[in-house]
């Protein structure tokens, strides 16, 4: 699993706790959908900025049989809250589709873009994620 190395991806260090980016998958099976998962947590006092359309938009990898280009808020998007009742959201999920077409290991790899705020900033960022995929053949 590939994540944002903090110098690369920060401005300052400071800035450098503001914010994770993962990205998770099972195994799949040739031939029948999988999902893939983008987690982004906001950390330190930030929250994940709804007004900016965070989208995932993956390496084309033919064999990985991406459903789109670019995967956003109509596809899916899960914000959950920092803490009960408050109105701001810490955590963004965003479910991958992928229907893989071959087998053996698959890597899907893309470009998270998302913004996270505090209440005297506002960070614009993208993050490198990838994940192995394990695609076996389906049971006959």
Known sequence: ?????????QAAHAEATAWTATAAAGSGVRGEPGTAVITLTARGGFHV?????????????????????????????????CAAGSKDA?????????????TGTL????????SVCNPEKCLIEQAELGVPIDVAEPEH
Do not use: H
């Open 49 to 81: 900025n709804e007004e900016y359309p965070l989208s995932f938009r993956p390496t084309a990898v033919p064999a990985l049989g991406l459903a789109k280009q670019r995967y956003g808020k109509a596809d899916g998007l899960v914000l959950e809250p």
């Open 90 to 102: 810490c955590t963004a999920t965003l479910p991958v589709a992928f229907t893989p077409t071959a």
């Open 1 to 9: 699993m590939l994540q944002p190395a903090t110098a690369a991806c």
């Open 107 to 114: 890597t899907m790899a893309g470009t998270l873009s998302f």
